[in-house]
């Protein structure tokens, strides 16, 4: 007989035998295959968990939706079974309640009051150790401990930096959705320990699409208030231009509005507007103005003459004309 020693948990083993004869060179057949499975073991790490709070409803409750990453640990201890997340008031252990989850996800419905939450994944061996997380009340003040985040690309890495107040916080949790995404289990986040830093690959970001960011700073299980900002990792021109909204004209003067391009149009953030206008014998000419500016009053133009006019919207990657409109001033 002999003991296989330094074996996975919960993994499945084949086994063989051969033999050779003290008196001969040459092994024997291998024996048939044995095939047995060893023992789980409770599973050894935490879940990565993360959390997404909704304003308060008119009833007073919200809903604080949970969510967090299958354990990674290589070799697995076992096959998980489910998570159990308990939760109480802060002032008031008694009152815990435990729900079991095999999804990696769950919206709770709260008052008003702080909560702690703990979440464990089990196995037939076991619980992992608890990740714990704490919900503020609906009217405590959070600190703000970030004074500011940029973020840049390079050739294969988004990079977010940030500086923060308190140079005691040493954790703290990155997070970034689609600007465009509804569903509060669309986001990703990651911890990040001991750096005012982090870096992911551009591959996680799709191109020409507005992200929010936002970087919380951890007191223990205390999420502190964010500092969020948004960026888009590579812009291309608007898809579409704006649509020329004409007043009416006076004899020198006329008033030109537009509205702004949907978000998913942008591509880019919107850096400027121009406006082209052209009398319909003469020569083009133009007005540039900020992007937070929807209208502007062209003066100085010709009597009883037509023009035309349109409006270009410009990102970082380029700019993109809408359709043109004609107008017509007054004679007297």
């Known amino acids: 007989s ?27 057949e291998w024996s048939r295959v044995k095939t047995a499975i060893t023992e789980e073991k409770a599973p050894s790490e935490k879940v990565d968990l993360w ?12 809903s604080v939706h949970l969510m967090w990453k299958p354990l990674n640990s290589f070799p697995p201890s076992g096959r998980i079974l489910g998570y159990k997340i308990q939760y109480f008031p ?3 252990a008694v009152l815990k309640m435990t729900k079991i ?3 990696k996800k769950i919206t709770l419905l709260l008052d008003e009051e702080a909560y702690i939450i703990s979440i ?3 196995n037939s061996a076991g619980n992992s150790p608890e990740a714990i997380l704490r919900i503020p009340s609906t009217d405590e003040k959070t600190s703000h401990v970030i004074e500011t985040v940029r973020t840049f690309t390079t050739n294969e ?3 977010v930096e940030w500086i923060a107040s308190e140079p005691d916080v040493t954790e703290y949790v990155v997070e970034w959705y689609e600007e465009l995404e509804t569903d509060p289990f669309g986001r990703s986040w990651q911890y990040v320990s001991n750096s005012t830093n982090w870096k992911t690959n551009k591959k996680n970001f799709k191109p020409f699409m507005c992200y929010n960011i936002s970087v919380y700073p951890l007191h223990g299980n205390k999420i502190a208030a964010p500092y969020s900002i948004q960026t888009y990792v590579q812009e291309k021109q608007p898809s579409e231009g704006p649509v020329a909204d004409i007043g009416i004209p006076g004899k020198n003067e006329v008033t030109i509005k537009w509205k702004e391009i949907s978000k998913d149009k942008r591509n880019g953030f919107i850096s400027n507007y121009t406006i082209f206008y052209k009398p319909e014998d003469g020569k083009e000419l133009n007005e540039t103005v900020n992007s937070d ?4 009053r062209l003066k100085s133009l010709r ?12 990102n970082e990657a380029g700019g993109t004309s809408g359709e043109p409109k004609t107008f017509k001033t007054l004679k007297f």
Request: charged share 15%; hydrophobic share 35%.
């Open 157 to 159: 890495d988004v990079v």
């Open 51 to 62: 959390r997404v709070i909704e304003s308060s409803h008119s009833a007073g409750s919200r």
């Open 2 to 28: 002999y003991n296989l020693t330094g074996l996975w948990d919960s993994t499945e083993y084949s086994v063989a035998i051969r033999c050779i004869s003290v008196m001969s060179i040459f092994w024997s």
């Open 120 to 122: 464990t994944a089990y």
């Open 293 to 296: 500016v929807l209208q502007y």
């Open 303 to 314: 009597a009883n003459t037509q023009y035309t006019v349109y409006i270009m919207a410009s």
């Open 101 to 103: 989850s095999t999804d």
């Open 90 to 92: 802060e002032n008031n």
